[in-house]
Structures are given as structure tokens and as C-alpha cells.
T-cell receptor
Framework: GAVVSQHPSRVICKSGTSVKIECRSL??????MFWYRQFPKQSLMLMAT?????????EQGVEKDKFLINHASLTLSTLTVTSAHPEDSSFYIC????????????FGEGSRLTVL | GENVEQHPSTLSVQEGDSAVIKCTYS??????FPWYKQELGKRPQLIID?????GEKKDQRIAVTLNKTAKHFSLHITETQPEDSAVYFC????????????FGTGTRLQVTL
């Protein structure tokens, strides 16, 4: 199957700093990528849809100014958590769709963010 | 929007027994239903999926059934093994669009020896 790579896998930062997470589709082009957040022992909650060359679409309740998404190329989307706080500590996972109509998504390895 | 409910939240079976996880969805427009297996701290892995034009799909020990009328779908794992222990998520989306998956709440499956 297709490969989606995320970096970094783990990051620890101080409260108030910003953290950038990268999501790359390694062997296919992805016009659309999705960012999910998963708290411990909970489900994956969609945060936003990242569209190449245009603004991201955020789900209700997700602050667009806090979670900055940039999808500058067909293989790279970035999520920046700005002014991070301990409550932002979570597992962030990106996914990308291969093909336009299959519906199958491939997930990155996830990035565990810990804000001290 | 779509709402996906999943039951049970935890399931413990003995090795060799079958496990069944059930999900219901709310949006009748949903037509793509994948199941993911997630081990602790790792990415979700697609194990099987079904589209709304079929009622059942099987892949070795894993099968999924779909009842469009009732808007529910189920995952069946037969002859369970310890390595099947993980969290399983069902999901639903409208394939063909930018497929936003709505996930169920997850089922923690424990296969005991």
C-alpha cells in the first residue's frame, strides 16, 4: 500500500512554544490530507482537512489560528501547534488519500506531543 | 454530520474463539466502511473495508457485514490469536469525495491464552 510518513514521532516542548509536524506522502501525490488528534484511550477525531494550494478546512471547535496547516506541495502537509499548552498534549496523526475515488486512506506513524 | 457508534468498548475472548464488533452509522449517504487495527502508540492499519454495493466481504479470518437498511456493519474475527489483541476502530465516509472518515469510539480486544 501507499506510504505516509510523519515527523517527528515524538516531541516534547515547553508551554508557550510552537511545534511543527510534517506529513509526507512518499510514493504518491495527495491533493488532500487529513489531520487527526487522538487522546489516550480515545478515538481519532478529525481536526482539519488539508488541501494542496488552498486553505485548510477546520472541523467545528478546532481553532484555526492555533493549529496552522500548510499544504504547499502534493506530497507535504504541515501542522503547527502554536503557543502550545499542556492540554494540547496528544497523539497527532495525518492521513492521505491515494487516488480520487477509492476512499482508502493511509495513515502516518503519528506524532506524540507532550507539552510541559 | 456523520455519527458512528461502536460496541462493545472492550472485548475479551479466549484464543480460538470468535470476536464480533458492531457499529452503527447515521448518514445514509455514507458508502465506504473501513475497519482499522491500532496497536498501542502506532498508526491505524486498515484490515478490511466494505463498500455499500456489497453485503459481506471476507479475507481469511476476518469478515465484515453491512446492512444498509439498518445502517449497521460488523467485524467478525474467527479463530482469534493473541496477536489479534489491539484496539479496533470502525469508520464511515462518503468515498469519492475528499474522504473524511468518521471513526467509532474503538473496541479494545484482548485475546487470552
Amino acid at each position: 500500500g501507499a506510504v505516509v510518513s510523519q515527523h517527528p514521532s515524538r516531541v516534547i516542548c515547553k508551554s508557550g512554544t510552537s511545534v511543527k509536524i510534517e506529513c509526507r506522502s512518499l510514493d504518491f501525490q495527495a491533493t488532500t490530507m487529513f489531520w487527526y488528534r487522538q487522546f489516550p484511550k480515545q478515538s481519532l477525531m478529525l481536526m482539519a482537512t488539508s488541501n494542496e494550494g488552498s486553505k485548510a478546512t477546520y472541523e467545528q471547535g478546532v481553532e484555526k489560528d492555533k493549529f496552522l496547516i500548510n499544504h504547499a506541495s502534493l506530497t507535504l502537509s504541515t501542522l503547527t501547534v502554536t503557543s502550545a499548552h499542556p492540554e494540547d498534549s496528544s497523539f497527532y496523526i495525518c492521513s492521505a488519500q491515494q487516488g480520487s475515488n477509492t476512499g482508502e486512506l493511509f495513515f502516518g506513524e503519528g506524532s506524540r506531543l507532550t507539552v510541559l | 454530520g456523520e455519527n458512528v457508534e461502536q460496541h462493545p468498548s472492550t472485548l475479551s475472548v479466549q484464543e480460538g474463539d470468535s470476536a464480533v464488533i458492531k457499529c452503527t452509522y447515521s448518514d445514509s449517504a455514507s458508502n465506504y466502511f473501513p475497519w482499522y487495527k491500532q496497536e498501542l502508540g502506532k498508526r491505524p492499519q486498515l484490515i478490511i473495508d466494505i463498500r455499500s454495493n456489497v453485503g459481506e466481504k471476507k479475507d481469511q479470518r476476518i469478515a465484515v457485514t453491512l446492512n444498509k437498511t439498518a445502517k449497521h456493519f460488523s467485524l467478525h474475527i474467527t479463530e482469534t490469536q493473541p496477536e489479534d489483541s489491539a484496539v479496533y476502530f470502525c469508520a464511515a465516509s462518503i468515498a469519492g469525495t475528499a474522504s473524511k472518515l468518521t471513526f467509532g469510539t474503538g473496541t479494545r480486544l484482548q485475546v487470552t491464552l
